[in-house]
Nanobody, 124 residues
Framework: QVQLVESGGGLVQAGGSLRLSCAAS????????MGWFRQAPGKEREFVSAISWSGGRTNHADSVKGRFTISRNNDKDTVSLQMNMLKPEDTAVYYC?????????????????WGQGTQVTVSS
């Protein structure tokens, strides 16, 4: 079992920055690929970013490329999402996820664990 707890959400003006963090506990964190998904009101949950267990591979949705960066610290069992140049359309609940296979975390087809989510609101 892996428990994921997100933090760092909040309200920010368009063009601003936020850094989300996800603290993992339980089974060996380093075995898992990690990622972030988000869900805006009235919309389906969508992939944002993913990182492999070693940190050597990353993937970002086209909508956030060049603005968001995912990173992880396996010594501290944390994964972070640095979000810059935020837009109102980035407003959503952001979820930290973990899965054993990187490619299936990217596609969202095999997510083993979800966090409870953290709200990000970007005002125009």
């Amino acid at each position: 079992q892996v428990q994921l707890v997100e933090s760092g959400g909040g309200l920010v003006q368009a063009g601003g920055s936020l850094r989300l963090s996800c603290a993992a506990s339980g089974r060996t964190f380093g075995n898992y690929a990690m990622g972030w998904f988000r869900q805006a009101p009235g919309k389906e949950r969508e992939f944002v970013s993913a990182i492999s267990w070693s940190g050597g591979r990353t993937n970002h949705a086209d909508s956030v490329k060049g603005r968001f960066t995912i990173s992880r610290n396996n010594d501290k069992d944390t994964v972070s999402l640095q979000m810059n140049m935020l837009k109102p359309e980035d407003t959503a609940v952001y979820y930290c996820v973990a899965g054993l296979i990187y490619d299936t975390v990217v596609t969202g087809t095999s997510i083993a664990y979800w966090g409870q989510g953290t709200q990000v609101t970007v005002s125009s």
